[in-house]
T-cell receptor, first 110, second 114 residues
Framework: ELKVEQNPLFLSMQEGKNYTIYCNYS?????LYWYRQDPGKSLESLFV?????AVKQEGRLMASLDTKARLSTLHITAAVHDLSATYFC??????????FGAGTTVTVRA | NAGVTQTPKFRVLKTGQSMTLLCAQD?????MYWYRQDPGMGLRLIHY???????AKGEVPDGYNVSRLKKQNFLLGLESAAPSQTSVYFC?????????????FGPGTRLTVT
C-alpha cells in the first residue's frame, strides 16, 4: 500500500521569509502532483512532476522531485498572504489513481 | 467547456436515506474517480472507472456503489446513508496518452448525514 506523508501538517509563515514543505512516499512512482486548496473550494493543480530531477517553478513556488529518495519538496520564496491555503501532494498509482498526503495548512502572517 | 461538474453542491440526509451524486465531464476523458475528503486526512479514493461500463474499488469503497453507463457521467450512490459518510465528495477525470497527466477535479459536493 502506497503511503504519502507530508510535513509539516501546519505551517505558520512570516511574510517575506522562505519555507519548504516535504512530501515522502513509500513505493516507486515517477509522477507526483502538487495541488492547492482554498477553504470551501476544489483542488487547483500547481505542478505535475514527471521524472526524477524534475523541477518546476511558478511565481514564488518551486517544486522538485527525487524519485530515488521518494521525496518531493515545495519551496516557498518570500511568503505573501495570498499563499495562505492547504497544499497537497499526490502520487500516481496504477490506473492513474492518486494517493494523497494529508495536506499542509499554510498561514502567512505579517 | 464546463470541465467537471457535480450535482448537487450541498445535501443533508437523514441516517438510512439514499441518494445519488452525479459527476459529468465534457473532456472525453476515459478515467473518472470519486474521492472523499475528511478533515486532516487528505483525499481518499472511493471508486473509479477506466472506461464506459467499467468500475473498480478504491481505498474506501464500503457503503458506496457506482455506475458508468455513459462515458461522460460517473454516478456515486449511497444506499443507506450513515453519519460516517458526512464528508466532501470530489469527482475527477483524466485523459490518456500525450500530456494528459493531470486529474481535473469538480467543485465538490458537501454531504451531511444526521
Amino acid at each position: 500500500e502506497l503511503k504519502v506523508e507530508q510535513n509539516p501538517l501546519f505551517l505558520s509563515m512570516q511574510e517575506g521569509k522562505n519555507y519548504t514543505i516535504y512530501c515522502n512516499y513509500s513505493t516507486t512512482s515517477d509522477r507526483l502532483y502538487w495541488y492547492r486548496q482554498d477553504p470551501g473550494k476544489s483542488l487547483e493543480s500547481l505542478f505535475v512532476l514527471l521524472s526524477n530531477g524534475a523541477v518546476k517553478q511558478e511565481g514564488r513556488l518551486m517544486a522538485s522531485l527525487d524519485t530515488k529518495a521518494r521525496l518531493s519538496t515545495l519551496h516557498i520564496t518570500a511568503a505573501v498572504h495570498d499563499l495562505s491555503a492547504t497544499y497537497f501532494c499526490a502520487v500516481d498509482m496504477a490506473d492513474y489513481k492518486l494517493s494523497f498526503g494529508a495536506g499542509t495548512t499554510v498561514t502567512v502572517r505579517a | 467547456n464546463a470541465g467537471v461538474t457535480q450535482t448537487p453542491k450541498f445535501r443533508v440526509l437523514k441516517t438510512g436515506q439514499s441518494m445519488t451524486l452525479l459527476c459529468a465531464q465534457d473532456m472525453n476523458h476515459e478515467y473518472m474517480y470519486w474521492y472523499r475528503q475528511d478533515p486532516g486526512m487528505g483525499l481518499r479514493l472511493i471508486h473509479y472507472s477506466v472506461g464506459e461500463g467499467t468500475t473498480a474499488k478504491g481505498e474506501v469503497p464500503d457503503g458506496y456503489n457506482v455506475s458508468r453507463l455513459k462515458k461522460q457521467n460517473f454516478l456515486l450512490g449511497l444506499e443507506s446513508a450513515a453519519p460516517s459518510q458526512t464528508s466532501v465528495y470530489f469527482c475527477a477525470s483524466r485523459g490518456t496518452g500525450g500530456a494528459s497527466y493531470e486529474q481535473y477535479f469538480g467543485p465538490g459536493t458537501r454531504l451531511t448525514v444526521t
